[in-house]
């Protein structure tokens, strides 16, 4: 279960979910949001597939694996919606995504058709929680250095910005996160030599 | 008329769907290692997005909306039916990329052969479900508009693709630190170029 958050994490290993990993980084309430929502769709989706994998038909598994993905999110959407509005409106479609959201097809795929429900349901919290973690850590440089606070409370203080210091506006703007994540994928690799590309 | 155009070169160079909104961003770096599958992928996406669209459009409009089925008389008007838009939308999708995948399977062989996984995989892109999504979101005038909005992300999405498998091909002859080879520099890369993207956005018509 803890394998996905470091030496097999999804974002930046498998190559899974980047789509919206970059979109909703630009502050950090926004990435938990969309880190917690991910989790609980992949484990409940592995779950009801694992359950149900011996009667789906192989050639349309797609299919009956995104109605079951769609419904999951509409359910998580319509909380959204409820709960924290404000934060859903920042998400804007990017909580419809989750649905193709890779992660989802490729833990389903990979995972959930050939294991029992608990190993999945696992798989899924584990694969969400590393998939969170990148959005934390890509959140919380890009709101820091952007805004200067953190979930919106003033972090950098006034003194510092008398002095001379701004906001990085570049940093709020949508090429910046890839680059964020090429230095994570950077440090990452220099410290696990093996994940290394010739 | 100008509101086709302008929604036609809005989408494909302002609101380009890798690089202002990073969406269909997997395919787009599992994909876009040799310039002629990029180039597969991209005519095929972007058939599908031309496709979904109007479909979906009428969709939303005439049955999910709230209100869309007044036309069905006056007790059908209060109805909203718009929390069942996610199944819908990715249904069609869904279904529409199995037709498309037997069709040219049957009439196209060879494409189909050229294509090979990529087909059945465009039904998970995020770049066709969001475009359906941002349609949904902008609410467009007419069903015209909508096309043109699909067409115009399909094509600037294309466009994204073969511009990096062009890049990623010169690449193999560079010195890249170790760590960051692979997946870390076809990052940078892509910042790059959407920074490139950027000086579009004061773009008017």
Redesign the interface.
Known sequence: MLGPLNKNNPV?IQ??????A??VTSKLEPAIVMGLSVTVVVAFANVIISLIRNTIPNRIR??VQ??VV??L??VV??FLKAYAFDVNKQL??FV??I????IL?GRLEAFALGNGPWASFLDGIGNGLGYGLILVIIGFFRELFGSGSLLGIQVIPQAVYDFGYVNNGLVI???????V??VI??????RNKEL??? | MEELLSTFVRSIFVDNMIFAYYLGMCSFLAVSKNVKTALGLGVAVTFILVCTLPINYLLENYVLKEGALAWMGAEYAEVNLSFLSFIIFIAIIASFTQLVEMVVERFAPALYASLGIFLPLIAVNCAILGGSLFMQQKAFPNVGVATVYGLGSGIGWMLAIVGMAAVREKLTYSDIPKPLRGLGITFIITGLMGIGFMCFSGLKI
């Open positions: 930046i190559m899974l979910g980047i789509c919206s970059l979109a797609i299919i995104l109605v769609a419904a999110v509409t959407s319509e804007s479609v419809g995504l649905i193709t959201n890779c097809m703007l949508p090429p910046m996160a890839l680059f994540v090429a994928i950077w440090v990452h690799r220099s290394q590309e010739s």
